[in-house]
């Protein structure tokens, strides 16, 4: 049939059937597909990613697939990638390496570590409810295990539906809109594609709300309050915000909502944003020039809390634990705590769980539904095969 559509290709259409036909070449399939088999339902989690090593060589493979993603940097390609390949993948890998190498632990990189717990706290506690129905897989946006080997993992166990949980609680363009991206183009070369959910965002979901605040309340109870409590989330480019981009509203929804729960006046918190990058204005106000002003206003006591992280990482132990403690105590500031993120514990766990049910409504029914149909169709084929087996008279 190829050869048939490309004998009468001819021209511009020519190519483009041709092209079609090399789409057609590249699909992939999962083993045969066995009618006897239960379809399971699969959940895919997703964060940033990490370097597979704390080295300038693993950097250079990380930040070359991170900062090629047209979502995180929006310029145009011919402008953004010879300033890519010219200058910043030829030093900022082993400044990162040095970054990197500060909060590596024996375990590896600490978001990979705490990814993979949460996925199998979450795995623990949907299989407790269902059984082997469900599977849930871990796939980094940049990086390894990556989401196109989470994907192919979920279709060899048998997942004919997948949701997709992005570990973003805001959403973002940059994070959990080029997740959906790369989940998008792993189906593309599928020829089985899944039935698919996706999470878009848990910003203002009660039970997010109140792990954070729990959490909080924790270190206060045993280690009083402080003067100010500041809630640094990672930053963006401001031209994000003004072209459409929701997750400076759902930042400050976030924190407004932290705050009630914490029956904090409105003077005693402080919202902020970090991890810059370039040298174009991103969101305002700045944490690292927060922290500074806050110590210099005589603020002796402060505690930072990341609700934009689902769990710690470069920019919460080594820019907010580290550098941003030696700025608050540098300019007059007595005591400076890091409130972790909310990583592997159990009430976190158990939201992020009960939020994945809510996508899973209907559809574990109807795996059991689908299950109970597929055995009903191989034993009346198998019976038919008897009887045709069986000798006439």
């Not at 080295?55 to 250079?60: D, H, K, Q, V, W």
């Not at 997709?164 to 959403?171: G, M, N, R, S």
């Not at 409590?229 to 003004?242: I, T």
């Not at 769990?311 to 700025?327: G, H, K, P, S, V």
């Amino acid at each position: 049939m190829r050869g048939c559509r490309a004998s009468i290709a001819r021209g511009a259409p020519g190519r483009a059937l041709l092209e079609s036909d090399a789409m057609y070449d590249r699909l992939e399939s999962p083993d045969r597909f066995d009618h006897g088999r239960p379809p399971r339902v699969g959940v895919l989690l997703s964060n940033l990613g990490t370097p597979d090593a704390a080295t300038p060589a693993a950097l250079r493979v990380y930040l070359r697939e991170f900062l090629s993603d047209p979502r995180v940097i929006e310029l145009p390609r011919w402008k953004w990638l010879p300033i890519l390949h010219l200058f910043i993948l030829t030093t900022r890998p082993k400044m990162s390496a040095e970054l990197y190498r500060k909060v590596w632990t024996a375990e590896g990189s600490p978001l990979l570590v705490t990814a993979e717990r949460q996925r199998a706290g979450i795995e623990r506690r949907l299989r407790a409810r269902f059984g082997e129905r469900v599977a849930v897989a871990l796939g980094m946006r940049y990086g390894n295990p990556s989401i196109a080997a989470a994907m192919r993992g979920l279709a060899a166990a048998g997942c004919s539906r997948i949701v997709v949980l992005p570990l973003y609680p805001q959403y973002a363009a940059a994070t959990a809109g080029s997740t959906f991206d790369a989940v998008f183009a792993e189906l593309t070369r599928t020829r089985w594609v899944p039935g698919l959910r996706t999470i878009e965002t848990y910003h203002d979901e009660p039970g997010y709300i109140a792990a954070l605040a729990a959490s909080v309340r924790e270190r206060w109870q045993t280690e009083g309050e402080p003067d100010r409590l500041l809630m640094s989330f990672h930053g963006m480019p401001q031209r994000y915000f003004d072209d459409g981009d929701p997750y400076f509203c759902y930042c400050q929804k976030t924190a407004r909502l932290l705050g009630e729960a914490l029956a904090l006046p409105r003077e005693r918190y402080v919202v902020s944003f970090q991890s810059l990058f370039g040298k174009e204005e991103w969101l305002k106000p700045y944490t690292d020039r927060t922290v500074e002003a806050l110590a210099k206003q005589g603020v002796r006591a402060l505690d930072v809390i990341c609700p934009g992280f689902s769990a710690d990482c470069l920019e919460t132990i080594e820019e907010i634990d580290q550098l941003n403690r030696e700025i608050f105590l540098h300019h007059g500031g007595e005591r400076f705590r890091f409130l972790a993120c909310l990583n592997e514990r159990d009430d976190h766990l158990d939201f992020l769980t009960d939020l994945v049910v809510r996508q899973l409504g209907g559809w574990v029914d109807a795996a059991n539904a689908s299950a109970a149909a597929s055995n009903t169709a191989a034993e009346t084929a198998r019976r038919a095969g008897e009887m045709r087996a069986r000798p006439a008279g």
